[in-house]
C-alpha cells in the first residue's frame, strides 16, 4: 500500500500537526506502508527525512496563515497516481481543493476546525465540505473535538476518533539539556506552573502570555517550550 500524505510545512520544521505527521509517515514505512509527504517550504525539491520521502515546493504567497503554491498543485497532479490513498492533514485549503479533482481514496485527518479566518471561511467553506463529504474517513484527534467541532458535524457517521501519537524518541533528555533543565527546575520549584507548548508563531498568542505574565504573583511562574520564528522576539520581551 503506498500513502501519500497532504501537510504544510516540510521538515525540519516542527509545529505539533508536523511532528505528529513525520512520526506517523516514519512509523507507516518501517511497517512496510510506503508513505510519502507533499508540503511546502521556500523551494521545490525531493527529499529525504527519518526514512521517508517528501516532496517540498516552493510557498508562492500566504493567505490567511494558508500556503499558496503553484508547484504544490502541479507536484501533488504529478505524482498523486502513483499512490492508493490521500492522507489530508487539515486545515490545509490548497490541499483539500486540490483532492476534489482525482479519482482517489481521500482520508481527511482533522486536526482543527477554522476559527480564525471567519469571512475567509464563509468562501472556503463549500470546498471543505465537499472534501468532508468525498472522504472515506475522518480522524478526528479526540472524542471531545469530534463532538464540539462544527464543520464535521454533518458527518459524524463516517468519523471514527484516533487520538494524538508521539515518538517516544522525542522525549529523551540529550546530555548537553541537563544543565538546561536543573536551570528550569530551581526556578520552578515551589512554584504554580503554567506551561505552554507550541511553534513560536503569532497566531498561537505567546506575546500575550508574556504579556499576562507581568500581572501575576510572584508564585506563578509561566513556561513556554517550542521554537519557531517569533523566537527572538519573544525573547527580548522576557528582557525589555
Known sequence: MKVLHLGKFCPPKEGG????????????????????????????????YNNFKYFACKTDIVLNSAPLSYDYIKTFLKIHKKYDIIHIHS?????????LWIDKKIIVHWHSDIVKQKITYLFYRP????????SKIIIATSPQ????????????????????GLNPERLKN???NV???????????????VLSIGRLVEYKGFAYL????????????????????L?????????P
Open 17 to 48: 500537526i508536523e511532528v505528529f505527521s513525520y512520526d506517523l509517515i516514519e512509523a507507516l514505512n518501517k511497517k512496510g506502508i510506503k508513505a510519502d509527504l507533499l508540503c511546502f517550504d521556500e523551494c521545490t525539491e525531493e527529499s529525504f
Open 91 to 99: 486545515p490545509n485549503p490548497l490541499a483539500e481543493i486540490a483532492s
Open 127 to 134: 470546498f471543505q465540505q465537499m472534501v468532508l463529504q468525498k
Open 145 to 164: 473535538y469530534l463532538e464540539a467541532s462544527t464543520q464535521i458535524k454533518n458527518y459524524k457517521s463516517k468519523a471514527v476518533v484516533v487520538p494524538l
Open 174 to 176: 540529550e546530555n548537553n
Open 179 to 193: 544543565l538546561e533543565l536543573e536551570k528550569i527546575k530551581d526556578k520552578i520549584e515551589g512554584k504554580k506552573v
Open 210 to 229: 508574556i504579556e499576562a505574565a507581568r500581572f501575576l504573583k510572584d508564585d506563578i511562574v509561566i513556561l513556554i517550550a517550542g521554537s519557531g520564528p
Open 231 to 239: 523566537y527572538n522576539t519573544l525573547k527580548t520581551k522576557l528582557n
